[in-house]
């Protein structure tokens, strides 16, 4: 039986949910970053403005900067991103501890390579992610 005190562990229908409300959180820092480098483009040269033509490789990577740098600092700063925040969630330590920036981090980056992890949410009696168990994390509810 668990503590009444002790914060309920998430399971994979919120986790999932804040996961896609984060995809879309990125996808629009990325759609911004975009319209940016349009209108930079179009600012310094606007009688040869062409619209850039970005490689897979550029596209990737900026994807995946933007995704990672997103979560781990949310989740070094406040332990929530803004999907935590509408399912009313929250990363800590096993402890209950904010996560370091680098724990927060290797997180991050765990979870963009190999988002299937969280699947291990539903065979995990703690309902922690492959990446949870990596770096000593867990996913809780908050209190309202």
Known sequence: MTDPGEPRTAGIVSRGVAAVIDLGVVLVVIGVIYVGLILTRLAL???AFQFPSLSVLFSTTVTFGVAVVYLAGCWSISGCTAGAVVMGLRVTGRRAERLSGLRALVRAVACVVFPIGLG????DRQR?????????????????
């Not at 291990?120 to 065979?123: D, L, N, T």
């Not at 922690?128 to 309202?144: E, I, P, T, W």
């Open 45 to 47: 040269n606007p009688s």
């Open 128 to 144: 922690r992610s492959l990446q949870d168990v990596a770096v000593g994390s867990r996913v809780v509810y908050v209190r309202g």
């Open 120 to 123: 291990w949410v539903v065979i």
